[in-house]
């Protein structure tokens, strides 16, 4: 059974369901998080002690708009801060560590689906499912301590299964020392997340958490109110406050927008200083901050944009018995694919959605249809002298090649010419 629900499929499908029931909603986060905080343990540093008080910080205040002028050594300097500290910071201000305390749950269940409910203890009673380490260890070198306990969440159950979990009623979260540990690194998590819904196109949530990443601590207490449409989500931060070992203590404000594993908005961490992160400035996934209004540095918690989607196309057109057949080829399984008929004579392209797509013996797919001629000004006798082009959709992005006479006039941004 592990093999079929290795790591790399939950944290490719398992994880972005998760994640769309919190604050940071971005996706499977693992190529946003600073490098202490990552989901795979074993990219943190291993600690004797990974216990946690579960208590909340009352925060920074937050009536001066560029931070504490007092000096108070228990607020967070940012100024004097590692980029790492800084980093760890904003990533706790958009709810990554709470995240992270999800996709724990996750992982246990997929351990627990591997070892037939026995490393960790999993239990489903109801509508909660109920994750027990006994200082066991799996296979693959992870060892489980504490407990969990997710009620009216969405689990592995719900994935696989029959849903348990009502949208109409909270889910709530509850962890008691839960720790994950492998060698070379773990983590750990204490408190408690609320949320008024488990996947509610408006939402609640609030987060009591400590987490501990050995060489990385934090406390957190998160609320938030939250908006999901079609697939985009926008949070304002209602009340916030956070203290990291090393750094100190510090409130948080923001406006957070996150879709397609990218932030938009803007956070402030307020706490000797007053640090504020662009998120609506990006490049190659990294978002510009600044302390106190000057510029400071970046940090990359956004997946880079993705690269412009290239396949290759061929096409094929004939008439028979005066109608125009048109074939579309494409080495991919893309979701549509359009033809695009140009005369010498026409104004405006013919614009007809190719079907019935077919795998090819060389590893392509052909599409076909037969486009309507009838009141166009174009014949078969002008084939020759026809521009063909071919639009394939996949996941949202579009690819597309022309040929015939004027090819070299066809947009390569595959808008409409």
Do not use: K
């Not at 994935?159 to 020392?177: E, I, K, N």
């Not at 989607?309 to 057949?325: H, S």
């Not at 008929?341 to 795998?359: E, I």
């Amino acid at each position: 059974m592990m093999d079929a629900l290795g790591r790399a499929g939950w944290r490719s499908s398992l994880l972005a369901v998760a994640m769309a029931s919190f604050l940071a909603g971005c996706g499977d986060d693992s190529s946003s998080h600073p490098p202490a905080s990552t989901d795979d343990p074993s990219a943190s540093t291993a600690s004797e002690d990974s216990g946690l008080d579960g208590s909340t910080t009352s925060g920074a205040d937050e009536s001066s708009a560029s931070g504490d002028e007092s000096g108070d050594p228990s607020l967070a300097d940012f100024s004097r801060a590692s980029p790492e500290l800084v980093e760890f910071a904003i990533g706790t201000g958009l709810g990554l560590r709470t995240s992270d305390a999800y996709s724990a749950i996750m992982q246990g269940e997929v351990h627990g689906e591997a070892t037939q409910g026995q490393c960790p203890i999993r239990d489903y009673i109801g509508d909660t499912m109920t994750l027990t380490g006994t200082g066991c260890t799996t296979d693959d070198g992870y060892t489980y301590d504490g407990m969990v306990s997710a009620q009216n969440a969405i689990t592995l159950r719900d994935l696989l299964g029959s849903p348990t979990y009502d949208v109409s009623r909270p889910m709530v979260l509850q962890f008691d020392a839960l720790s994950i540990a492998r060698p070379g690194g773990g983590r750990a998590f204490e408190g408690r997340v609320e949320q008024s819904s488990p996947m509610a196109e408006h939402y609640t949530s609030h987060s009591t958490l400590a987490a501990d990443y050995g060489t990385r601590r934090s406390i957190e207490d998160l609320e938030a109110s939250c908006t999901l449409v079609d697939g985009e989500r926008q949070c304002t931060i209602t009340s916030g406050s956070a203290m990291i070992d090393g750094l100190g203590e510090f409130s948080i404000r923001g406006m957070i927008g996150s879709a397609n594993a990218r932030f938009f908005g803007w956070l402030e961490l307020v706490g000797q200083q007053t640090l504020r992160v662009d998120l609506d400035a990006v490049d190659a996934g990294c978002h510009p901050y600044a302390i106190d209004g000057e510029l400071a540095g970046e940090v990359c918690v956004s997946s880079p944009e993705p690269p412009p989607l290239t396949l290759d196309l061929g096409y094929g057109a004939g008439c028979l018995d005066e109608q125009l057949r048109l074939e579309g080829y494409v080495d991919a399984d893309v979701d549509a694919m359009s033809m695009e008929v140009l005369g010498p004579q026409m104004v405006t392209p013919l614009r007809t959605p190719l079907t019935n797509p077919t795998p090819t013996a060389d590893g392509q797919w052909a599409w076909s249809a037969i486009a309507s001629i009838d009141g166009i000004p174009w014949s078969c006798d002008e084939l020759g002298e026809t521009t063909f082009r071919l639009i394939a959709r996949l996941d949202g992005e579009r690819a597309c090649d022309a040929w015939g006479p004027a090819a070299s006039a066809a947009p390569a941004d595959c808008a409409d010419w």
